[in-house]
């Protein structure tokens, strides 16, 4: 086994925009297994918009403190144990960090670690099986309540959580509207998605060509970036309208340490306001986690889709351990679906 444990550290305070400068190689040795741990080996390394959330508070995890291996969600396989719950060669997914080998335990905080179930790719686990995924189906099935025949605005439709969204709201015999950044992505969002219109949030008429997608209002709002796209939507959802929010992302860029995070409401104006008051329309939120006792359900549904084809859950990978802090610096540009980074290989599938 290795002796040397590559890491990526947080290592100058977040001041102006993310930048690969606010992070440093630092490697150390492979930790020294104790009692009831194992070591993972981390394989595949999730990006995901909320990492930017990490220096600046608490989100769902401890807030990042200068000199701390950045924190990320991830794939990876035991390869040492001291405890029989972890067996050497399965796959974990859970918040390894940005590194070579992380050390889990059957004693500590543990609901975000979880063992891989047999059989599917490590770009699935991370994905439409792993958070992002889980967030579509609770989201669909547990908030939106979504009819045949209704209109669904799918926000971040191009993302890991939007373009599976998108396709369950298909599944019900909705209507979608995907907003996408940009002409291409959104070609591919009819053209290969399948979905009815795409909306490019990049494009100055954005308000008005959501209209125009949108002839009979809109009744469910999948939101996860609140900003321009939510004051595009909401004037068209009307009393009995379901608003699923599950992030805030187009004000991520601006999260700091020490500053108030921006209000997910921040984008309304006083009449926007009003019309949500006068319509009854609340966004509820959802915290994945808060769903994980019914994750394994989800699951199993997830694979019969995609066994099915019925689904598909489309995925971008970068190779190469150095390119994670620019992977999470570039926010991703030009890349559909999920973005990973891979850092080790495996053999692909667990099956
Ligand atoms: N509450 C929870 O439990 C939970 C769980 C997972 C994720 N989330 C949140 O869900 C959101 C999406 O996550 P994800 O993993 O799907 O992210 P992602 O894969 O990076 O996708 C982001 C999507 O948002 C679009 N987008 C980016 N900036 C935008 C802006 N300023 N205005 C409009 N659209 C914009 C992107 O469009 P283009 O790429 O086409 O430009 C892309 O479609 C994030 O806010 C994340 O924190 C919440």
């Known amino acids: ?3 040397l444990n590559r890491r990526w550290i947080y290592a100058r305070p977040l001041e102006g925009p993310l930048s690969v400068s ?3 190689r630092r490697d150390a040795p ?3 297994l104790r009692q009831g741990q194992a070591l993972v080996r981390v394989r595949l390394v999730s990006i995901d918009p909320a990492n930017r959330l990490y220096f600046a508070l608490q989100a769902y995890r401890p807030q990042l403190a200068p000199g701390d291996v950045m924190a990320g969600f991830g794939i990876g396989e035991v390869v040492d144990s001291t405890d029989p719950r972890f067996r050497v060669g399965d796959l974990w997914h859970g918040d390894f960090g940005w590194q070579d080998y992380a050390v889990i335990n059957s004693y500590d905080r543990h609901e975000y670690w979880h063992r891989c179930s047999e059989g599917h790719t490590e770009q699935d686990l991370l994905g439409v099986l792993g958070i992002t995924g889980m967030t ?4 669909v099935e547990e908030v939106l309540r979504a009819q045949a025949g209704e209109t669904a605005v799918v926000a971040g439709a191009t993302g890991a959580c939007g373009s599976i969204i998108a396709q369950l709201l298909k599944l019900k015999g909705c209507r979608v509207v995907g907003i996408g950044g940009g ?3 959104c070609a591919w969002l009819t053209d290969e998605l399948g979905l009815d219109a795409a909306v490019d949030y990049l ?6 060509a959501l209209r125009t997608a949108c002839p009979s209002g809109v009744q469910v709002y999948s939101d996860a970036v609140g900003g321009d796209v939510s004051r595009a939507t909401l004037p068209l959802m009307r009393r009995g309208a379901r608003w699923y929010h599950f992030g805030n992302l187009s004000a991520y860029a601006d999260a700091r340490p020490g500053v108030p995070a921006e209000r997910h409401d921040s984008f309304m104006s006083e009449e926007l306001r009003a019309h949500c008051h006068a319509e009854a329309l609340k966004p509820r939120f959802l915290l994945v986690f808060d769903h994980y006792c019914h994750r394994l359900e989800a699951e199993a549904r997830f694979a019969e889709l995609l066994r099915d084809r019925r689904l598909i859950a489309p995925s971008t990978e970068l190779d190469g351990f150095d390119r994670l802090p ?3 610096a570039g926010g991703g540009a030009g890349k559909i679906g999920k973005l990973n980074v891979r850092i080790s290989e495996g053999q692909g599938a667990q099956a």
């Open 326 to 328: 620019q992977a999470l």
């Open 30 to 32: 492979v930790p020294q």
């Open 203 to 208: 494009a100055p008429d954005m308000a008005q």
């Open 136 to 139: 579509a189906w609770f989201g």
């Open 183 to 185: 002409p291409e992505k």
């Open 22 to 24: 606010n992070f440093e």
């Open 1 to 3: 086994m290795a002796t």
